[in-house]
């Protein structure tokens, strides 16, 4: 059998906006816009400085319908630098960019082929002894198993699906495709190339199960380094298989306590050090933006409430000063809390010590489940995507131990201001 590299990359998102947050001053402004671009031209050249025998899109190539042409020729300019190095390209389309979404389209260039909608289908590269199974979204919306429909395994060739799928509602994302872990094991091929879930997943190996995640985090829950698969195959195994970053603009989040601090200013060199120590072994050539979250038992809870402003523009500055579009922090979050010894009273020590047991409570965890998740269930999903809030948040991913843990201290300061009624 053949021995040959192929690219597995998915959710490109192509012109899809960073969202949510306020962009560092001037010279980012750029970067940020055309992040999911230059993303993709690190990706393309990489696939020519290596060089692979082909490429792989599983899904969301696009993110909705183009606003105009310019993505689409900057698609095709794309494909046509792969085509010059004789690199072909095999795509399914996903929920984004579904059949029914998109309404302006462009020629594309002869070595890209798409998998059609109605029907999953085989494309065989017989120089390669290579078996592409896939099949594109006609619709956003598609609840059917697409997966136990694909062709049988063809013997004697390497075997690969291409499949945009949610698996089971993987990572909070809608479960598009749905299908089992087992079922895609069992099928007989040797990999399946997923798209849909963001975050980087290698689900099984031998066969390999695995989601690529997309080229570029776009907002503060798209963490850490994104881009591609690069797989080698050789007498028809798997020899060689990494991971490789392309992402332009990456996400951070990072928690700093603040305990120690004895004033506002030891806490501001604190923030400093802990932008730096996060940015100690990141590359230089792209732009990090950090959430930070404060917190721990501090006397000056009250001081940070009051001067948050302050705060986020001291850490700004503390980023701006590492370089040219080295740093941006899109936000500090203050989850502090009063010194314990502030409540007093035996009610609320009482209180304290029973809410303290809480997150380990099976029988209050299960009924929040029953109510507060069957409540976030019936949210609409594009409400869901955008939510901060770390209560919600902590609902909507159904962990509820930290849904009473991040309850509690509201709980206490009510608490508090009770203790003090007559
Ligand atoms: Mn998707």
């Known amino acids: ?18 969202k949510g947050f306020v962009p ?39 993110d909705g319908d183009w606003r105009d042409y310019r993505t689409g020729l ?48 085989t494309l065989e590269i017989e120089t390669l002894d290579l078996a592409l199974h ?21 013997p004697g060739a390497f075997n690969l699906g291409l499949l945009h799928t949610g698996l089971g509602g993987l990572g909070g994302h809608e479960n598009y495709a749905p299908c089992t872990l087992e079922e895609l094991k069992n099928k007989g091929y040797d990999y399946w190339a997923l798209g849909h879930v963001h975050q980087p997943a290698v689900l099984h190996e031998n066969p390999h199960i695995v989601f690529s995640g997309n080229l570029q985090g776009r907002h503060v829950r798209e963490t ?18 990494s991971f490789f970053d392309c992402d332009v603009v990456r996400w951070h989040a990072i928690r700093v306590p603040v305990t120690e601090c004895g004033d506002f200013e030891e806490l501001t060199d604190r923030l400093r050090q802990a932008i730096e120590e ?41 980023a701006l000063q590492l370089g040219n579009e080295v740093a941006w922090i899109e936000k500090v979050v203050l989850a502090t809390q009063p010194p314990a010894d502030r409540l007093t009273g035996e009610l609320v020590d009482d209180i304290q010590r029973i809410l303290s047991f809480a997150p380990e409570d099976s029988g209050l965890l299960e009924r929040l489940d029953q109510d507060v998740g069957k409540l976030m269930r019936q949210l609409p999903s594009d409400l869901t ?5 770390p209560i919600c948040r902590a609902a909507l991913d159904r962990d509820y131990p930290e849904l009473v843990r991040q309850a509690i201290p509201h709980l206490t300061a009510q608490l508090t201001d009770f203790k003090e009624l007559p």
Do not use: C, W
């Open 224 to 241: 850490g380094p994104r881009g591609a698969y690069r797989v080698r195959v050789d007498e028809g195994l798997i020899a060689d298989f």
């Open 1 to 18: 059998m053949k021995s040959f590299t192929f690219i597995h990359a998915a959710d490109i998102h192509l012109d899809s906006p960073l």
């Open 24 to 62: 560092p001053p001037s010279a980012g402004r750029d970067s940020l816009r055309n992040s999911t671009r230059e993303a993709f031209e690190r990706l393309v050249d990489f696939m020519i400085r290596e060089p692979v025998d082909l490429l792989l899109i599983a899904g969301d190539l696009y």
């Open 278 to 318: 996060a940015l100690k072994e990141e590359p230089t050539d792209r732009l990090a933006i950090l959430r930070i979250v404060l917190e721990g038992r501090t006397e000056q809870h009250e001081q940070l409430l009051a001067a948050q402003d302050r705060l986020q523009a001291e850490a700004r500055a503390a």
């Open 134 to 154: 896939g099949q594109g979204y006609a619709t956003r919306h598609l609840t059917d198993n697409l997966a136990q429909h694909y062709p049988p395994p063809r």
């Open 385 to 389: 995507g955008n939510i901060e809030d």
């Open 74 to 121: 900057f698609f095709v300019k794309q494909m046509g630098r792969l085509r010059e190095a004789g690199v072909p390209v095999y795509l399914v389309y996903g929920n984004h960019d579904a059949q029914s979404q998109i309404t302006k389209s462009l020629e594309l260039p002869d070595n890209v082929h798409s998998f059609a909608t109605g029907k999953s289908h």
